[in-house]
């Protein structure tokens, strides 16, 4: 709690670590608060995008290097602080938003109070409301723009929300308070935990009226098991490693790099069980705070950046594209680029965060800025529903925001925006509701990866897409979702491309015909555009659930019965297009180009390219053992997914014609033999 002399900050794990002096202050638990210039920064010249984007990403560095000053002992107080490292920071960011502010003045586009947003603060972060900068982040998010969608239904928070809030001091036994908590001692704390049996239930979505678009369209893309992960983040900061300075998870497009064009996004393999589906889907991990010491501990994004502990591979995402209540969907322009949530929310205010967490059972119940406490055998449950009103012409914007929105509480887009398919990601870990009593000392805390100076805020989780979407398949998506039906690879229904991608389809990596364990799940909802998450009510089990062989569908979940699989309207079109319709590649702009590309022939490609298969042992024991994170790739470097890179399908598709021709030659000799004994 804070008191008159400051805060004493105890590092609850550190003597789980082996490397480094714990991200903690010995005179009070603080971050650095600045204004996020990227942010106000709606409308930028095409050609000064690039350069404008480097210097943002500057401005993250330099934000991000003050706060490992922080962790400096010799720095006594906050006096001090402001003198040694903030002030040299506001001096620093003066001069990088003065390069910003000449590069749009030479283009006639110089925003008014650009100069004024150098200023930076030192910022308690003990107790998430105690300072009045949150803003009450309960009530705020019922009066926000995205909070108010009328398709999330993930319901007002209110003060609700503030439950758990009080934790953090209560909590703390044997004098040892939570402080900056945490194996890297930048958080999370346990005011950041609450039980989500005492939630808040969630509001529903408008009912389907009209023309309402009413199917649903499943991807299945795997769970990032064969480990592919870096801190770059293309959308925000392309050109730029490290950019994120926290580690993501990537499904579907496997070149997913600060580095990538929309060329390497085109050619990539893609870890979908659809081909036709190289789409990028990334969020930032989970950790455990565990004492783990993981490859990216001493890397940048990693343990430098106070992104400690063991990675957790989900246990099940479900991608699920779903229509609108009020209208037909029309399809994504390729490369369209999305970002929901706020990965600076906790200093920014919550005006676009959209975290949503809950736990398996308990999904009529969400919270916006508090990790779940889950009952035994739930599980953690994040929630990603991303805009689905676009502009109509731009695939990006200069603050990745403006070129979509959320539809508005009726369910209708906002004035010159049109209905697209909207992308719901549901993300499951198999963790357990920590021991705050004891600072996570006999089950660890779990806490997102995120920006060093959002100290872990369950707040600032957020999830990124890019539409790689071949144009037929895109068009199938669009179809199916307006005719109301229920279609894709992750519905269980005539799943293209299952057999051996991925080990989807015939039981590889013990998935059965749903990938990860799907089967029929987020595909045979009734109306889920009226509020009703897809999957919700199937708890990922059926088909395999995620490649564990002796785990049952549904034994995981208290409170949820397996739910029958509907059957597919008659004329369902739910496979890919067949092989003689290549996948399209397009024409487009650079990824700093906001105009929508255009069709165009293919560019040599051909058939697009098949995913490596992830290695089978990967999936065993999703979220336990470690991971395998790996560093910054060097300045244009292509990755491979991580991990071996063969699997049993693989080795079967290489090893059968050759088994095939033996089997032959040995019946033409048993033949020729017979035919000589009876000629004899």
Known sequence: MLGGGGLVVANVYASATESGTPQQTSWGAVTIDCPDVGDTLTSVPDGSRAEVDKELALLDQQIAEAYQQLQDPTVQDRESAQSRIVDPLQENRGDTIGRIAAVLERSGERPDGLDDMAACTLRATENENGDGQDQQQGEDQNQDGQQNDGQQGDGQQG?????????????DQGGQQQGNGGQAGNGPVAADYADITTAPSAAQAPSPQGDASRGTFVTSCGVNANGLFNSDNVIVAPGVSNGAHHFHDYIGNQSNTAFASDQDLANAETSCADPGDKSTYYWPVIRLQNGTQEQDANSPGGGIEGNAGEIVTPKDVTLTFVGNPRSKVTAMPRLLRIITGDAKAFVNGTANANASWSCTGFEDRQLKDKYPLCPQGSDVVRTFKFQSCWDGRNIDSANHRTHVAFAQNDGTCPDGFEAIPQLVQRIVYDVDAPSLNDGGRTTPLFAVDSFPEQVHKPVTDHGDFINVFDENLMNEMVDCINS?????????????????????????????????????????????????????????????????????????????????????????????????????????????????????????????????????????????GTTGAVAQPPVAAQPEPQGNQSSLAETGTQLWPAGLGAILLIAGFVLLRRTSRRSM
Do not use: L, W
């Open 159 to 171: 003060d609700g929300q503030d439950q758990g809030d009080q934790q953090g001091d209560g909590q």
């Open 484 to 624: 109301g039906r229920q279609c894709g690879a992750g519905t269980g229904q005539d799943d293209p491309g299952n057999g051996g991608d991925n080990g989807n389809g015939g039981g590889d990596n013990g998935n059965g015909n749903g990938d990860n364990g799907n089967g029929g799940d987020n595909g045979s909802e009734p109306d889920p555009g009226a509020g009703q998450d897809p999957g919700d009510n199937n708890d990922n089990g059926n088909g395999g659930d995620n490649g564990s062989e002796e785990t049952p569908g549904n034994d995981d979940d208290p409170q949820q019965q397996p739910t029958p699989t509907a059957e597919a309207p008659a004329g369902a079109e739910t496979t890919a297009p067949a092989d003689a319709d290549e996948p399209k590649t397009y024409s487009s702009p650079t990824a700093h180009s906001t105009t929508a590309p255009s069709a165009g022939t293919g560019s040599g490609n051909g058939q697009a390219n098949q995913p490596n298969p992830q290695d089978d042992t990967a999936t065993d024991d999703p979220g336990t």
